[in-house]
């Protein structure tokens, strides 16, 4: 059994994170990683501090997902790298623990719908090309003279 490591997020630094922080601790998190960054950010030194630290068997326990994945497709991708790395996820207001049955079941969902819209974007992207290409547009950047 590893450990299990907290990751809390507030968007500016002037918020507090004590109602996280306390949420964590009481979860039994051993060690907590703090960012103070917009979720649209991509810079999230401490997120990629605790992945660098994660071992197999440890827990990564957040307060809420939003906290951790700036997207579906972003809390997917961290999912799937704790599942392949045998790193367990729980969010404690959402209710999702990866360790049990029905907190996978939840992720594989999620996932699927992910991929579902992902393919959708691709197939609409490719009409539109096409219904432009038979109009005569080609699309790109203009040729230099």
């Known amino acids: 059994m590893g450990d299990r490591l907290g990751y809390e997020r507030v968007s500016t630094p002037d918020q507090s994170t004590d109602l996280q922080r306390d949420a964590l601790v009481d979860a039994g998190c051993t060690r907590v990683f703090t960012d103070h960054a917009s979720g649209a950010s991509t810079s999230r030194p401490q997120l990629d501090a605790m ?10 326990v957040v307060w809420r997902l939003d906290r951790l994945g700036r997207s579906v497709a972003d809390l997917i991708a961290l999912a799937d790298e704790f599942s392949q790395r045998g790193v367990e996820l729980v969010s404690l207001h959402d209710q999702i623990d990866t360790t049990t049955a029905n907190g996978r079941f939840f992720f594989q969902v999620i996932a699927a719908f992910a991929e579902l819209e992902r393919n959708l974007i691709v197939e609409r992207t490719r009409a539109g090309l096409a219904a432009a290409r038979a109009r005569g547009r080609v699309g790109g950047r203009p040729r230099a003279s």
């Open 51 to 60: 992945r660098a630290y994660l071992r197999e068997g440890d827990t990564v």
